[in-house]
Structures are given as C-alpha cells and as structure tokens.
C-alpha cells in the first residue's frame, strides 16, 4: 500500500515538472492496481457469501462420471427401426455380443411398451422417477441407452447418464459427486458457474435453472452397485430425494436395477432416507416375444449376408427368447455362414456355461427349486407368487417352461456338481 502512493506522488510530480510520458505509464500502473485490489474484493465477498467450503488438501479432485445432453427438437432422437436396420451392412457381423448396445442400435428389438411408456412419463414438466427392473443380461443397459437416445430430442430437458460402478468403493466421495454432476450439466447448458462441493450447491444450482424452463432426468444404470459406498449414506440419499420429489426442481430419476430401489435401501441400510417412495413406476424386463426374438435373428442376418438363413430353431435351443444370449449365438452362427464354415457348438456352450451359471447362481433357493422342478420335467400346474416373478424376469416363458433347453440342461448339471 505504502509503493501504492508513493507511485502515485512521483506520478504527480512527473506530470507538473512537464514529463507526461513517465506520468502517463505510472497512472497506467496506478490503474492496474486498483483493478486487481477491486477483483480481489468481489472474489473474497462472492466466496462469502456462497459460503462453498473448500475441497481438503488430501482430496483428489473431481473426476468424470457423467454423460450429459441438452435435448433439441432437430435431433433426430430414437429412429425408427427401418431406419436403424439401414445401418446394417453386407459381409459385417450386425451382432453384438458381451456388451450393452448403443443408442439406435440396428439390433435392438423389442421393449416397445416399456421404453414409449417410460418416455411419456419422463416428459412431463415434473420428470417422473422409474426404476427398470431385470435380471443381469436381460437388456437394462442397453435399453437405458435407447432412453438417452430418446431424450436427445426432447427441448430444454438436460439428461445425464452414469453407471454406479463408476464410483470406487469408499473413495468417491459426496463433495466429488455433487461437484462432477454440476459440471457436467453446465457443459450440457453451456454456462460455467462457480463449482460447488456440496447438496445445498448442486440443489440452488438445479432450482435456478429448472426456474429458467429446463428439466432434469439423471439415468444410473447398475444402482444396485451405489449402496457399497460409505460415503453414499442416509443423509445423501435423502438429499437426492428432495430433488426427485419437490416440483420445484424439475427433476427425476431413470434407476436401472436387478433388485427394486426398495430392496436395495433396506439391505445398504439407508431406508430411512425415503428415497425408494418416490418411484412410483417399476417396469420389469423378461423375454422378447417369438416375433420379436425371430426378427432379431432374421432380419439383421438377411441384410448383412443375404436370405436363405435357416437355423432360427438351433439359435433359440440355445438362448430361447433372451435378447443377450441370442446376440451372443446369433454372432457365432453369423460367423460359420460368412466364413462357410462348421458352427463351432462347443463355443458357444462355454461362452453361455458361464453366463448361465452366474444367472442360476444369483437365484434365490426357492427360485433355483422351482426351476430345477421344471428342468426336470415337472409340470406347473399351482399359481404362486414365485412362478409369476419368474415368468416376469424371464427365468420361465409362456408355457413355464426353462426359457433356454441348454438352461434346463445345465441346471440339472450344476445341480450334480453342487451335491458332488
């Protein structure tokens, strides 16, 4: 402060001894520093005011988890399926086996009632909170993929789209997660606002802009998986919770989960955050139809290497209806046609033994009961609770019949190995 004006008296003087060059460049630097005093000032009251605590020293800093999109009317969104089996070309494999499929994929078939459902409810001005129910496999990501893809074309509604094993067990923290959700929707809206670190930040954050006309849908596939972090406790989800229920802030939640929202609290041991009574609509994924399952072999196959394919009937002995499995068979028996060669059997039961065995193996002891009964040979005849859900989840079809005979068979050999 004391060079402050000692630069401004030789400033003076230099001006009346007729030296206005020297005087010119010391008020220039005069200047200068009332301007950085001044930034410093609103910089110190805006930090006070905002009362944002500062991330600790030993914190890393915010990392990536989300993937955001502002929806615009232009965007073509979700195609029709003509449109998207365009995409198919000659002599490439169309299938795609081991991972969830990308929004607008050519092969993906079914779930019509499902995603056109959810989507009227996500595009109300309150976003509704729905929880997609499945068994591993059964198509929750991919459809989840079609859902943001969807959104993509809905105006001034910003989607954001995580999968919860992102988040690394006791490292992640709730500073970090609030911090890398603002973030990515100010990308999506294209503003830069001042990070936060805390619910109370995100929370202003989202209410101002819901107030400007925007909407909010946050889509988090594998929610079973975000209870094993510590950090993630009661007092957080019902954070979360106010968010997804209060009107004011136009926000909702897409949850994708093998067990319900429910379920998942009472076990992570957070129930009483209330966070599960929001959802208020709980759709479960089981098995394609027969048309449907038929058009995803038949189709795709005929684009990508002409007609005349005709082991539709050995692709369902082994997958049935499930949309994961065929794709998985469908890609082998694509293969051995384009190459002209033998169907290699004994790669495709090893490629579903596993997938199979950790199917069986996530089966409750009374759902593993029913369905070696059925494996067999036993009728069904009763009406319970047990063989509804697992015609709901696709473990049984319309006929409460093992969905996959290559199933039934391997039940009846992991059920030998366990008594071994």
Request: contains cysteine; glycine residues 6%.
């Amino acid at each position: 402060m004391f060079d402050f004006f000692t630069t401004l008296s030789d400033a003076l003087i230099e001006f009346f001894n007729n030296k206005p060059g020297i005087a010119i460049a010391a008020i220039i630097t005069i200047i200068g520093t009332i301007a950085g005093l001044l930034s410093l000032y609103f910089y110190l009251r805006d930090r006070r005011l905002t009362k944002q605590p500062d991330m600790l020293v030993n914190d890393p800093p915010p990392t990536r988890r989300f993937i955001t999109q502002l929806g615009h009317p232009t965007h073509p969104g979700f195609l029709p399926q003509d449109q998207r089996l365009q995409q198919i070309q000659l002599g490439q494999n169309p299938y795609c086996a081991g991972t969830a499929l990308p929004g607008n994929s050519s092969v993906f078939y079914g779930r019509d009632n499902e995603w056109k459902d959810i989507l009227n409810r996500l595009r109300s001005n309150k976003p509704a909170n729905v929880n997609i129910l499945g068994e591993r496999r059964i198509g929750k990501s991919s459809l989840l993929n079609q859902i943001y893809q969807a959104l993509a074309a809905e105006p001034d509604l910003v989607s954001i789209y995580a999968t919860a094993q992102e988040w690394k067990l006791g490292e992640d923290s709730q500073a970090q997660f609030f911090s890398s959700l603002q973030q990515a929707i100010a990308e999506a809206l294209r503003v830069t606002p001042p990070p936060v670190y805390n619910y109370e930040g995100l929370r202003d954050f989202i209410r101002q802009y819901a107030q400007k006309g925007y909407r909010f849908v946050l889509l988090i596939d594998e929610f079973d998986k975000m209870t094993g972090n510590a950090h993630f406790n009661t007092s957080f989800f019902s954070q979360l919770r106010v968010l997804g229920y209060q009107p004011e802030y136009q926000f909702g939640y897409v949850l994708a989960s093998r067990s319900t929202v429910s379920d998942i609290c009472q076990q992570g041991k957070i129930d009483e955050s209330k966070f599960h009574n929001i959802f208020g609509h709980s759709p479960t994924l089981g098995l394609l139809s027969k048309t449907e399952a038929k058009e995803l072999i038949q189709e795709p196959m005929q684009l990508s290497l002409g007609p005349g394919f005709k082991s539709a009937k050995e692709i369902f002995h082994y997958a049935g209806y499930h949309p994961a499995f065929i794709q998985i068979v469908a890609a082998t028996y694509w293969d051995a046609r384009y190459s002209k060669s033998e169907v290699n059997r004994y790669n495709i039961e090893q490629a579903l033994r596993g997938q199979y065995r950790d199917l069986w193996e996530h089966q409750s002891e009374d759902a593993q009961q029913v369905l070696l009964q059925v494996a067999q040979g036993h009728v069904l005849t009763q009406d319970n609770w047990q063989i509804s859900e697992l015609q709901h989840r696709g473990l049984l079809d319309e006929q409460r019949q093992v969905f996959s005979k290559y199933f039934a068979k391997l039940i009846l050999e992991l059920t030998q190995e366990s008594k071994a």
